[in-house]
């Protein structure tokens, strides 16, 4: 009986594992696909608008869902609370975001390097910059679909059948 | 009798299992760690049957070389 619930636990522990993992592969591409639409509304905010920055923050802060929505929140705070620079509030923002987000290094540094611009031109350089940062995560979605496609599904299996091993190992 | 049915059960569960799983990491390309699990359930089945033949063989030692 004792025998049969721990079996029942790793079991489910490690199918646990193996969902989460596959979660966070799905949750990757999706996310930045938000990313690029949050950089479409900020463009057009700064092109058609003429919204200042902390304000056109806020506003995609209540577009956007719930990861990225902190980002733009804790960005626009630092702007009107705090004497900083734009790219220092950009970078802490992120930083700060950034580990409950299911992305990786690769779309942080281009982000930082996006926030290094932030700012500093006239519009049409702005825009300029909107789209290369646009084109860089577009190339990471890309890759990040592609690590999708191949290991979700492996990613399931795998943690059911390591537990089911450990269970006939251990029985 | 009861423990060498057991046994069995046990040999021919673990190589499901590590079938299976080389199968699902040789669809994705992982030929390497395919091959790793194989050789290492394999090892641990050649124990199990390793130790059952010892004892296979201390009986038969048991019976015709009785001091």
């Known amino acids: 009986m004792i025998k049969l619930i721990g079996a029942m636990f790793i079991i489910i522990s490690t199918t646990w594992t193996g969902f989460e993992a596959s979660r966070h592969l799905s949750e990757r591409p999706k996310q930045l696909r938000q990313l690029k639409s949050a950089l479409q509304s900020l463009e057009a905010e700064i092109m058609y608008g003429h919204t200042p920055l902390h304000e056109a923050a806020r506003r995609l802060a209540s577009q956007l869902s719930k990861p990225l929505s902190w980002f733009f929140e804790s960005f626009a705070k630092k702007l009107t609370d705090t004497e900083t620079t734009v790219k220092d509030a950009w970078e802490l923002s992120l930083k700060e975001v950034w580990k409950l987000t299911a992305l990786k290094q690769a779309e942080f540094e281009v982000m930082k390097q996006f926030g290094e611009t932030l700012g500093r031109h006239d519009r049409h350089s702005q825009q300029k910059h909107i789209i290369l940062t646009l084109t860089h995560l577009e190339r990471e979605e890309a890759d990040a679909r592609d690590k999708q496609d191949k290991y979700e599904k492996m990613v399931k299996s795998l943690g059911f059948l390591t537990g089911l091993l450990l269970i006939i190992l251990l029985i | ?67």
């Open chain 2, 1 to 67: 009798m009861g423990l060498d049915v057991d046994i069995i059960f046990k040999i021919a569960g673990v190589g499901i299992v590590v079938a299976f799983l080389h199968t699902v990491l040789d669809q994705v390309g992982k030929k390497e760690y395919a091959q790793w699990v194989t050789l290492f359930g394999f090892i641990y089945i050649l124990f199990q049957v390793a130790s059952i033949v010892d004892e296979l063989f201390q009986k038969i030692k048991s019976v015709f070389l009785f001091q």
